[in-house]
């Protein structure tokens, strides 16, 4: 079963880092994630599958703009979208169920640790001796049924706030349709329809970081992944960032070497 058609970008200047041990069942996918630096997870889900998704350490992290921590459990369906600040580690279940919640965060300590305890001596076992192994140890059937027990009743339910996501949401897709314009903060507050100290609460809010420094840090990651898949004969690094709304290049180049720790030309020709 395929967990997620995601993609990542690096929110966090530095050599990223991404370990990964999946373990496949006949009734779910179970995924554990491994990051060195705050990264932003995003995309559709692959199927009708539910995902099912739980922190494995102390990191700042929202899932769909809600806070999300060591006494969480998430779920969601249809789209996933995870931020994370500094190093993290991240178990995702994808359960082709529709028996499971559609959409919440839930803060339910007692059964968060219960699961987490379950996942980490299962990706263990792969780890040690193969996934193979940690598949015949339990199966993947004694998750669902804990699944199962999730998300029930309204207590510790964790939803963001719809007005501070729908604000996001907003300055993002203005951004993205006007790269040529490269908005201030006070034209995003105007599109949010937030003041602008109510807007970088909104970003701190959703994503944990501020609203120019989340908003450049993806389109950064957009020149990345464009001159990792460029022709290095028929691509001009100025064209591209450009297109992504960097116009002056000495900045551009400061930042994406701080990000990346390679200039855009070493992207492009590696």
């Not at 529709?98 to 968060?112: G, I, K, M, T, Y």
Request: include cysteine; proline fraction near 5%; charged fraction near 25%.
């Amino acid at each position: 079963m395929p967990l997620l058609g995601i993609a990542v970008d690096q929110l966090e200047p530095g050599d990223l880092r991404i370990e990964r041990t999946t373990i496949p069942f006949p009734e779910l996918t179970l995924r554990r994630t491994r990051a060195n630096l705050g990264i932003r997870a995003a995309g559709d889900m692959l199927g009708k599958s539910t995902v099912v998704a739980l922190v494995g350490d102390d990191t700042d992290a929202r899932w769909s703009g809600a806070a999300f921590d060591r006494g969480s459990v998430a779920s969601s369906r249809s789209r996933v979208d995870l931020l994370t600040r500094g190093p993290a580690t991240l178990y995702t279940i994808a359960v082709g169920s529709d028996a499971l919640p559609r959409e919440f965060v839930s803060f339910d300590p007692q059964r968060a640790n219960r699961l987490r305890r379950f996942l980490e001596g299962l990706a263990g076992a792969a780890e040690r001796d193969g996934c193979e192994t940690a598949t015949r140890r339990s199966a993947g059937r004694t998750i669902v049924n804990f699944l199962s027990l999730l998300g029930d009743g309204e207590s510790g339910r964790r939803l963001p706030e719809p007005r501070r996501v729908a604000a996001v949401r907003r300055c993002e897709e203005y951004v993205f349709d006007h790269i040529d314009e490269n908005p201030t903060l006070a034209q995003l507050a105007n599109v949010s329809g937030l003041g602008m100290r109510s807007l970088i609460n909104a970003f701190r809010a959703v994503t944990g970081y501020s609203p120019m420094a989340f908003l450049k840090a993806q389109r950064l990651n957009a020149v990345h992944r464009a001159l990792n898949v460029a022709d290095p004969a028929e691509t001009r690094v100025i064209d591209v960032a450009t297109n992504w709304g960097f116009w002056h290049m000495g900045h551009f180049t400061t930042d994406y070497r701080a990000m990346f720790g390679e200039t855009p030309s070493q992207t492009l020709r590696r």
